[in-house]
């Protein structure tokens, strides 16, 4: 049987979709590719267990649509499995009906979290033949292909259709080891389309890891925003050794100079003291930089330095918000003083602050709007941060915000249009400040690269040629980031 894990190229005008692996979908006009760790793995089992398997990544390939529909065609596959996100979703109701007129025959397999809190709408809106719901689809696709032979009975968490009805297997689970999960095939699935052209990397070539799904921060449900509690409602992570192996392997066997572990949170505590051990005991801190996304107030300074010293270059952090009213809603945990004080911690270790901040709360008012963008200002030319991301809040199916907006008439558009929830305009009503000054101060906000304070600080870190290119690279995706809220209508 031939097994084909598919990307289908996207044609609009917007630019490139960030949809493999991601949390939050954006066209982006710099291209950015984000290895896609869960399909990597399902494609890695279907091979182990002996099945043909076809990579089929024409977003990171760069293919025209009609080129991907032809190179589908001459495979033919008996199965194909395509990640979907909420503002695609309907683009690929239409390509499910390209596939079905090309190969007849080829089982069409959705999966994400939009069709795992909305699975109902697929099936009966487009010919798919099996969704398959929660995080855990590498492990359901290899069930799904041995119930296509016959010799395994399907999971929980499979929707599929039976004499002209839509069933399904009932609510999934999340009991699947981890660490039974193979070392990924990094051939097979291309990784090198995904090694250079990222923002998470200083050294290259550069790749991913996943120890955990997804998040630990869990009190009520985690953050209200987060769609990815729908794939992963509760933690949980292979362990450290295991991890360390991996990354061993990405050194001697591909030449790998950085890794960024895309965990929701990265493990802390006992785990993560034990990680940084094997990191520096087998020297892997000396050949490789690590990257990873860390909430605030989990660490401390000592935890930061220990980091610093197992080969940690850069933290991820989700600021969101600086205003206290905001966060509270937003489920964060936090207060901002604590923000504050994370990012002094991490760069007194030496180690590198990106922080990711959000803007378009429901009933924001603008001097709230405001707070988050003093505080980003101010994080960036005081040093405390040394990069930023800025995005418009997206209520995704499934997440907490989405139930609550849909309750009080924040949408500004209805379900189904799903195409609006593609960050090119803000989403949520807000009496307090327009959806044109939202999206300008995502613009002004990318801007904050551009002050003297903050282009001399960097001018005066620049040692080495490296230094240099990654300036120059960070330089590239800021022009583009303006440009992706700056032309949008």
Same mark, same amino acid.
């Given at each position: ?35 896609? *760790?869960?399909p990597a793995h399902a494609a890695t089992f279907l091979e182990d267990a002996g099945y043909e398997v076809v990579w089929d990544d024409g977003i990171a390939e760069e293919k025209s649509y009609s080129k991907w529909l032809s190179d589908f065609e001459r ?20 390509? #499910?009906?390209? #596939? ?20 109902? =709408? ?61 070392? #990924? +095939? ?33 009190? +009520?449900?985690?953050? $209200? ?18 991890? !360390?192996? /991996? ?17 929701? $949170? ?8 034990? %990680? ?19 909430? %605030? ?5 000592? +935890? ?9 270059r850069m933290l991820l952090f989700g600021l969101e918000s600086a205003s206290q009213r905001i966060l509270d809603e937003l489920n964060k945990g936090l207060t901002v003083e604590e923000i504050v004080d994370s990012c002094r911690k991490a760069k007194e !270790? ?36 040394? $990069?930023?991301?800025? $995005? ?24 189904? =249009?799903?195409?609006?929830? +593609? *960050?090119? =305009?803000?989403?949520?009503?807000? !009496?307090? #400040?327009?959806?044109? /000054? ?5 613009? =002004? ?13 960097? *001018? ?9 290119? %990654? ?13 992706? %809220?700056?032309?949008k209508p």
């Amino acid at each position: 049987m031939k097994i084909s894990i598919s990307y289908p190229p996207i044609t609009t005008g917007k630019g490139v979709p960030l949809l493999s692996q991601n949390r939050q979908f954006q066209w982006f006009s710099e291209p950015t590719y984000i290895y896609p *760790m869960v399909p990597a793995h399902a494609a890695t089992f279907l091979e182990d267990a002996g099945y043909e398997v076809v990579w089929d990544d024409g977003i990171a390939e760069e293919k025209s649509y009609s080129k991907w529909l032809s190179d589908f065609e001459r495979n033919d596959p008996d199965v194909v499995m395509i990640e979907t996100k909420t503002p695609v979703v309907r683009k690929h109701w239409r390509i #499910i009906e390209d #596939i079905k007129e090309a190969c007849p025959e080829t089982e069409v397999v959705l999966t994400g979290d939009h069709v795992t809190a909305l699975p109902q =709408e697929s099936m009966e809106n487009s010919k798919v033949d099996y969704i398959l719901t929660g995080g855990d689809y590498d492990f359901l696709l290899l069930n799904l292909v041995r119930f296509l032979e016959g010799t395994e009975e399907l999971e929980c968490g499979i929707w599929y259709r039976e004499n002209g009805e839509v069933r399904s297997t009932g609510r999934f689970q999340l009991n699947h080891d981890l660490n039974s999960l193979p070392f #990924i +095939d990094r051939n097979l699935t291309m990784w090198w389309l995904y090694s250079e052209r990222n923002g998470n990397f200083k050294e290259t070539p550069g790749t991913y890891t996943m120890v955990g799904r997804d998040c630990w921060w869990r009190k +009520d449900g985690g953050c $209200t925003f987060c769609s990815w509690p729908t794939l992963y409602p509760r933690f949980r992570a292979r362990k450290p050794e295991l991890l !360390a192996d /991996e990354i061993g392997m990405l050194i001697e066997k591909h030449g790998v100079k950085e890794v960024f572990d895309d965990t929701g $949170t990265f493990p802390v505590g006992t785990w993560l003291r034990k %990680f940084c051990s094997l990191m520096i005991e087998r020297g892997y801190n000396e050949r490789v930089l690590f990257g990873c996304n860390m909430r %605030f107030s989990a660490l401390s300074l000592e +935890d930061y330095k220990l980091m610093k010293k197992a080969g940690f270059r850069m933290l991820l952090f989700g600021l969101e918000s600086a205003s206290q009213r905001i966060l509270d809603e937003l489920n964060k945990g936090l207060t901002v003083e604590e923000i504050v004080d994370s990012c002094r911690k991490a760069k007194e !270790a030496g180690l590198t602050v990106h922080i990711t901040i959000m803007f378009g709360y429901p009933n924001a008012s603008k001097e709230e709007e405001f707070q988050t963008y003093r505080l980003a200002k101010r994080l960036i030319e005081d040093g405390y941060a040394d $990069t930023l991301q800025s $995005t418009l809040l997206m209520p995704y199916p499934g997440s907490k915000l989405y139930k609550i907006s849909l309750e009080n008439g924040w949408l500004r558009y209805s379900p189904g =249009e799903w195409e609006h929830w +593609d *960050m090119s =305009e803000p989403i949520l009503r807000s !009496a307090g #400040i327009s959806p044109e /000054e939202v999206k300008q101060l995502c613009d =002004e906000t990318y801007k904050l690269f551009l002050t003297p304070k903050y282009v001399l600080r960097r *001018m005066l870190s620049i040692r080495s040629f490296g230094d240099l290119n %990654f300036a120059l690279k960070g330089a590239r995706k800021v022009r583009g980031h303006v440009k992706d %809220f700056s032309n949008k209508p």
